[in-house]
């Protein structure tokens, strides 16, 4: 981890950018915002999105500038710079938040929604504000969610079609505990890394798989690698933009509203491109060779990965939450919900 010392006495090599985050300028403030993805990424988007109708709105006094890319760093560790203020903004997904809040397991469950529908229908509602409400004790304020689609198996070896295809080999999984459970429950071997790494130790042979959604698959040239996608939809981890609570402190009441409301707007927007990049994103994998493989039996893999939701929703808020989700009347829904 990057400790708050090193960032401010520049030795972590962030750069400037972070350093001056939130200091005005000629009366425009600029709101510094942190992504992996590269700029054209459709969560870059939303948030540059977002920054033009807050530029918008306010007469240029309020700016996003987003650092695409993994500039300013991998996610766990951007995310303590946005805890102490280093950074105003910061969109992540909410697998290494996990380590920080039991409630943002929740929507990280494997099998738990049973459509795009289903998970859209949770977050957008009291559900979801409850998820992004439980950062405010860790010093971040929960803006809005975005979608990241569902999580499948890859690797280099072969299609999986069972469990038992995945005894032995390494897949990277984020630096998430409840990821690595996951994927142990399922016989591999969970190997955490940054997002960044996975592309050289694929090619290196460090690792045999991983698991994502097909943009991010095809945008990390991982399936060059690994051309066995195999369809598991295991999980619909959600992408979350959080602000750190000490640059929201200094927000007037009617700019806070302001900053939240152009953060809701941009999910339609970031929706749309998303559902599209999804689409090209798989056309372009087909094309470039990769092998997509459905899933007969996915009840094999979701009856595996049951305990793991029992070790990880552990408090009433939590079950009750879990609850209400499970309860939402979504007919749409190609997964099944495990018990
Ligand atoms: C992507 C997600 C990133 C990052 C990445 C990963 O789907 O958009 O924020 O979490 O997965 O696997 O590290």
Redesign the pocket.
């Known amino acids: 981890m990057i400790s708050r010392r090193a960032v401010l006495s520049g030795t972590t090599g962030l750069g400037a950018a972070v350093l001056l985050s939130g200091c005005d300028r000629e009366g425009s403030r600029v709101l510094t915002s942190s992504d ?2 590269p700029s054209d990424y459709p ?1 870059v988007q939303a948030v540059n999105e977002m920054g033009r109708l807050l530029e918008t709105r306010t007469g240029g006094r309020l700016r996003i500038h987003v650092y695409a890319g993994g500039q300013l760093g991998a ?1 766990r560790d951007t995310l303590e710079i946005t805890t102490f203020g280093g950074l105003d903004m910061n969109r ?2 909410l ?1 290494p938040l996990t380590a920080i809040e039991p409630m943002t397991v929740i929507p990280s469950l494997p099998f738990l929604f049973r459509s795009t529908a289903h998970m859209r229908q949770a977050l957008d509602g009291p559900v979801g504000q409850a998820i992004l409400d439980s950062l405010r004790p860790h010093g971040m304020v929960g803006l809005c969610f975005y979608d ?1 689609g569902e999580r499948s198996f890859y690797n280099t070896k072969r299609p999986i079609q069972t469990p038992a295809d995945l005894k032995g080999l390494k897949i990277r999984v ?1 630096n998430s505990d409840l990821f690595v459970t996951m994927v142990k429950a399922l016989g591999a071997d969970a190997t955490p890394m940054d ?1 960044g790494e996975v592309y050289q130790a694929l090619v290196q042979g460090v690792i045999d798989g991983a698991e ?2 097909q943009p ?1 698959y095809f945008t990390g040239r991982h399936f060059e690698a690994a051309p066995f996608y195999s369809l598991s939809r295991h999980v619909m981890a959600p ?1 979350i933009l959080v602000m750190s609570m000490a640059r929201w402190e200094k927000l007037s009441p009617a700019d806070r509203d302001l900053v939240q409301q152009t953060a809701r707007e941009s999910v339609p927007f970031m929706r749309t491109l998303w559902d599209k990049r999804v689409e090209d994103a798989t056309a372009k994998l087909l094309a470039g060779g990769v092998k997509v493989n459905e899933i007969a039996d996915i009840a094999a893999f979701s009856d595996l990965m049951r305990p793991v939701w029992d070790r990880f929703v552990t408090s009433p808020e939590q079950k009750r939450l879990v609850a209400e989700i499970q309860a939402m009347g979504d007919s749409a829904g190609t997964q099944g919900v495990p018990g």
């Open positions: 992996t993805h969560t996610e992540v997904n697998a990241s984020q997002v994502n959604n991010s992408e």
